[in-house]
């Protein structure tokens, strides 16, 4: 150990706990509100425990049988978009990473402009419709299936693989879909980790798609949709002044209230990626010796 | 392996879409409904749901707002996906002029008695310019209007203010900021933190709790941006942003702001925040409507019933009359109704019309005779201590016994009956008073009141009221210069308060000459609706 | 061996014709392909939606009843003052989220980097990411609870430490909410965007280091050496792609945060759009400005790319 190492570790150190600190704070304190009685939470003043414990806010978000259903269907979604979205992605980011290729430079440049443009609202609703895409459970995966912004970072990634791997295999006389599954899948693990758990997160998170396309049919009601419906009907702040005083008239005695209702949601939600995270994590932390693949 | 739990995932995906097809086929009629509001998925299966089931034999599938309003307006219309009955808040007139709403006039004549007899006195109201109508407000006021406990909005002063200097009637603005003051000076800090004298709400949208302020300290009921004011017989739209009112008010917050009294933070706090402050019991006084307190005084009912908030009509000065209660008015621009898409028109009006009628109303406020209410010898309703129990649970009430899901957003009575009950167990009048809690008696006893509204003045009937219900058309010029008006108001209202006392002449200089050219497009738009409000109505 | 191979493919490639060479890229075509049409039906199609910008479109009627107005919603833009106070509102605090964001996102990855001991290693770098899955609407009420005047633990902890004598009400300060905006930016997604560096440092070869430690380099020489330079590809990419969203960034954030006070620093491209354009059911304009922030997020992009290019760095296309 140097004195340049020693002094290394303690800012390395220091750092991180200041930083574990600042950010486990938010959710510690979100944790705490959604155990806490939600009348009792609007006094504020509540830090890393619950001051009035209750089970209540989770028995009235997931107590409904709407919930469970729609939870199986953003399971579903999520797989299933994770796995088709990720590999379909690496195998276009496979080819329009071929020198060689003479579609390259055309195709990179009809995905890079989508991340620019967008029809609006409108015109993708009539095109989902024209599909027959509303009312349907694959709006949720289809779409999505190659994203621009994914495909240009496994591209980048390929692009910094040792180039001898692939010319190696080409002598030995394999074919580019050999190639792709057999040596740069294998290679991309991290990267390809990293998509995994983008595409999870933003599948398991959104709920836009179902209020636009599905929201009339509740057997296509995804998780998230469930949560903002009953985040929008215990009043929500973006919320209109016609929607707040409806409330405030039927509600009379309301004992969950947007507050508890945002903190148990958000601990609903993350949960399961919490859990989750862990599998894909030791991909890109722990990282990867390219010697042991070379092989 | 792999392949065989893809097929898997693949097949419940299957049988996921394809259940989504089986919906109800046997025997029982199926409306889609859309509602502009967030609403609570129906549990299936409730004590009046069944009932009203039963008795019609429709059953609804229900679709709340969850999203932003305007997005999903624009989407159903422009691609003609419509439910059989909707109701889209300010926006259900733009489905009316695509031409996807029915006339319900011969309908009504023709297959619902019901509707026809209740909603008699609001008809003319509910014309549109071809003379037809088009939707049904969830409300109608076929008898007497009733009394609530407490009014739509005050200056509200905590109670242990009035307790200490001896229960004093306010009137003036002068005389509320003076208690404030006193107590404050001799209470600097409560339950060991610091006291808030007054505190003004200016999250966002609800900054209205800020700037209608002037109108009603000029005695009038909330109007909205605008009010019509009588002159030589005919009401005229004018503006109180720059009346001497708005002045007299904003330089007295700016005074008392500087003086340390208005809390440091109350233009930068959010909701949340407003109601966590005024729950700890130390927030002496705020303006505002009443159901943007509701919360936070159900806090302190419940754990500070001696720092409750009670209400007063302040005015500008001994001068002024106020009448800053609502007078009982319809939503006559907006409501439930039924679109082209309906392939039974005549079946949802019936459906409708079920649902206004005296009996079925009861059955959804009430609930059954006998086992959820009595009836006195009197003909009048009361709950006994256990039914009252049951009702308090709100889970109970909205899950198990399904009442209000078909209150608010459908076609529903309000006022009083024609035997004296109210439609809303909440103000039968003889229970307002009894069902009060304690320490609210206390301070209707010392003001000899049976409710907070009787602290104010009986409402005088204006035929239009009020200006808010009237719609700027989307997107035209008066609506552009709303939009800019608010953000003007934005902008100066914390200017103005917190600016050093000597500096306040000159940002209400600059103020005026910025929002006044904003209000003319706007002005037309109303005075051109209450004049026709005026002749039709 | 390897290296003339890798030529001949290359001067194949060039020497033949376009359509024999493509002829034997019959695999690369079937990868890519079926994809290429998917985006184009699902994201080129939609873009007859632009026409809306050139009428004064309402959604009850057919697009051939459409009133056309040629460029006046774009004339209605640029003539609109508060759109070029939301022009540099929305230019300065993408710029401060990038940059911050950025750089504060690849140290935390170099840093995490640098842990041996596995289990903190790991646990630091979950824990920090979680601010991500915290919805802005909870994460502004925390941030307003520690800004706060009225005991807020920022001004507590300053006044504790004799900074200040009076607590300061950061939030409703004009010229101090672009850095709140960017600071608080920094500490919800930090974790988050350290992930993909996180990802691509895994790609270095081990052997570097060792050979670089042989060659006695230190600890920070060797990150300065060999981490950095294996990251850059990917620091120039991101970089690239997001100076296409510049225009677009923020919405939740400066939305809930947000007061009169600070309304004139305050407001965003996204809120400008929703104001003025779909709360007012003026759908024509709402397309004005996204078609003008699209050309502005090409020019930017493609720009940086050639600037990229020009340096020999890793590009776009």
């Not at chain 2, 011969?106 to 003319?124: G, M, T």
């Not at chain 2, 419940?302 to 009448?323: A, G, H, K, N, Q």
């Not at chain 3, 809120?271 to 354009?277: H, K, Q, T």
Request: hydrophobic residues 45%; neutral net charge.
């Amino acid at each position: 150990m140097t004195k340049e190492d020693i002094i290394l570790d303690i800012v390395v150190y220091i750092s991180l706990i200041f930083l574990v600190i600042v950010t486990l704070y938010p959710f510690l304190n979100t944790l705490a509100v959604s155990f806490n009685d939600a009348m009792d939470s609007g006094k504020g003043g509540i830090y890393l425990l619950p001051r009035k414990f209750t089970l209540y806010n989770y028995k009235s978000l997931l107590g409904r049988t709407q919930t469970y259903h729609a939870t199986l269907v953003s399971v579903l979604r999520t797989v299933l978009s994770t796995l088709f979205c990720t590999f379909s992605t690496a195998m276009v980011a496979y080819a329009l990473s071929r020198k060689e290729f003479v579609l390259r430079k055309l195709f990179s440049f009809i995905y890079v402009l989508t991340m620019y443009i967008d029809g609006g609202l409108i015109p993708t609703y009539f095109l989902m419709r024209s599909l027959g895409l509303t009312n349907n459970f694959w709006v949720y995966v289809l779409p999505g299936l190659v994203t621009a912004f994914n495909l240009i970072v496994i591209r980048t990634y390929i692009h910094g693989l040792p180039e001898s791997l692939v010319e190696s295999a080409r002598v030995d006389g394999a074919g580019d879909f050999t190639i792709f599954t057999r040596i740069i899948l294998p290679l991309c693990k991290p990267v390809l980790a990293t998509i995994a758990l983008f595409v999870a997160v933003a599948n398991w998170n959104a709920w836009f798609d179902t209020f636009l396309y599905n929201s009339s049919n509740s057997k296509l009601s995804t998780l998230q949709y469930e949560l903002m419906k009953i985040l929008a009907t215990a009043n929500s702040m973006t919320g209109s002044l016609e929607q707040a005083m409806a409330q405030a008239a039927t509600g009379a005695t309301n004992t969950i209230t947007p507050r508890s209702v945002r903190a148990t949601m958000t601990v609903i939600v993350t949960v399961p990626i919490a859990v989750v995270y862990p599998f894909l994590q030791r991909y890109f932390v722990h990282g990867l010796t390219l010697g042991g693949i070379k092989e | 392996m792999k392949r065989k739990s893809l097929f898997l995932l693949l097949l419940i995906v299957f049988t996921v879409t394809a259940t989504g097809a089986l919906v109800s086929a046997q025997g029982t009629k199926v409306f889609t409904m859309f509602w502009g509001e967030p609403l609570p998925d129906y549990p299936g299966s409730t004590i009046v749901g069944d009932i009203i089931e039963r008795e019609t034999g429709v059953k609804l599938q229900r679709e709340g707002l969850v999203g932003d309003l305007e997005t999903k307006v624009g989407l159903m219309i422009a691609s003609g996906d419509l439910p059989d009955m909707l109701i889209a808040a300010h926006f259900t007139s733009l489905f009316k002029d695509a031409g996807m709403l029915i006339p319900l006039n011969d309908l009504v004549e023709k297959h619902a008695p019901n509707i026809k007899r209740l909603y008699a006195k609001h008809w003319e109201q509910l014309k549109q310019e071809d003379g037809n109508v088009y939707w049904l407000p969830i409300q109608a006021i076929p008898y007497g209007p009733d009394e609530s406990k407490y009014p739509e909005l005050g200056f509200f002063i905590n109670k242990k203010v009035l307790k200490e200097a001896g229960w004093p009637v306010i009137k003036t603005l002068d005389q509320y900021f003076d208690l404030i003051e006193n107590y404050m000076k001799k209470h600097p800090r409560i339950n060991g933190e610091k006291t808030i004298g007054y505190l003004t709400l200016f999250d966002s949208w609800r900054n209205f709790a800020t700037t209608n302020v002037p109108q009603h300290l000029l005695g009038y009921p909330n109007e909205g941006e605008f009010v019509p004011v009588l002159e030589n017989g005919k009401y005229v739209v004018r503006q109180y942003h720059t009346s001497h009112a708005a002045k007299v008010y904003y330089q007295k917050l700016n005074e008392m702001y500087n003086k340390g009294v208005v809390d440091k933070e109350t233009f930068v706090m959010n909701y949340d925040q407003y109601i966590e402050k005024i729950s700890s019991g130390r927030v002496l006084g705020t303006f505002n409507q009443y159901w943007q307190v509701q919360e936070a005084q159900e806090v302190l009912l419940r754990d500070d019933p001696e720092s409750i908030l009670v209400p007063f009509p302040v005015v500008l000065d001994e001068l002024i009359e106020e009448y800053q209660r609502d007078i009982p008015y319809i939503q006559a621009t907006q409501g439930m109704s039924i679109t082209t898409a309906c392939k039974d028109p005549v079946g949802a009006i019936k459906f409708l019309d079920y649902i206004i009628r005296e009996e079925t109303q009861h059955l959804i406020q009430w609930g059954v005779k006998g086992e959820h209410y009595e009836v006195d010898e009197n003909g009048l309703f009361y709950r006994t201590e256990e039914q009252k129990k049951l009702f308090l649970d709100p889970d109970w009430r909205r899950d198990v016994f399904g009442g209000p899901y078909f209150y608010n957003s459908f076609p529903s009575l309000r006022g009083i009956d024609q035997n004296g009950n109210s439609f809303m167990p909440d103000r039968q009048p003889n229970l307002i008073y009894s069902d009060s809690q304690p320490t609210e008696k206390e301070v209707m006893d010392a003001y000899g009141i049976k409710a907070f509204s009787e602290l104010y003045n009986k409402p005088v009937d204006k035929k239009y009221y009020p200006l808010w219900t009237i719609t700027i058309p989307a997107g035209s010029p008066a609506h552009i210069e709303q939009t800019r008006m608010k953000d003007i108001l934005n902008a100066y209202v914390p200017k103005m308060v917190m600016s050093k006392t000597n500096n306040f002449e000159k940002v209400w200089n600059e103020y005026v000459k910025a929002i006044s050219p904003l209000m003319k497009e706007q002005i037309k738009v109303y005075q051109e609706q209450i004049d026709w409000r005026m002749e039709n109505w | 061996m390897k290296t003339p191979v890798m030529l001949d493919v290359e001067i194949e490639a060039r020497k033949k014709p376009f359509w024999a060479t493509l002829m034997k890229q019959k695999v690369l075509l079937l990868m890519s392909v079926p994809f290429v049409i998917h985006t184009i039906i699902f994201k080129y199609v939609p873009i007859w939606g632009w026409t809306l910008a050139f009428q004064s479109y309402w959604p009850g009627k057919s697009f051939f009843e459409q009133v056309w107005v040629g460029f006046d919603n774009f004339r209605w833009l640029f003539r609109d003052p508060v759109f070029y106070q939301v022009l540099r509102n929305t230019l300065a605090m993408s710029i401060i989220q990038l940059v911050f964001g950025m750089v504060s996102s690849i140290i935390l990855a170099l840093i995490i980097n640098e842990v041996r001991w596995t289990f903190f290693k790991k646990s630091a770098q979950t824990i920090s990411y979680l601010p991500h899955f915290i919805s802005w609407v909870v994460a502004a009420n925390l941030v307003r609870d520690a800004l706060s005047t009225d005991g807020g633990i920022v001004n507590e902890i300053l006044m504790k430490l004799h900074i200040i004598k009076e607590p300061i009400m950061f939030l409703g300060i004009p010229e101090l909410f672009w850095w709140i905006i960017g600071a608080t930016h920094v500490w919800k997604e930090v974790g988050w965007g350290a992930i993909i560096y996180l990802a691509a440092i895994a790609a270095v070869d081990p052997n570097l280091y060792e050979a670089a430690t042989i060659d006695g380099a230190g600890r920070l020489r060797r990150i300065w050496h060999i981490t950095l330079p294996s990251i850059r590809p990917i620091i120039v990419i991101l970089l690239v792609m997001n100076m296409g969203y510049l225009l677009s960034s923020g919405f939740e954030q400066q939305y809930l945060l947000q007061n009169g006070r600070v309304i004139d620093y305050a407001r965003v491209f996204t809120i400008y759009e929703l104001d003025y354009g779909i709360k007012m059911m003026r759908y024509s304009f709402a397309t004005a400005v996204g078609i003008f922030r699209s050309v502005v997020s090409l020019v930017l992009v493609f720009g940086t790319n050639y600037l990229a290019k020009r340096m020999g760095q890793e590009r776009l296309i």
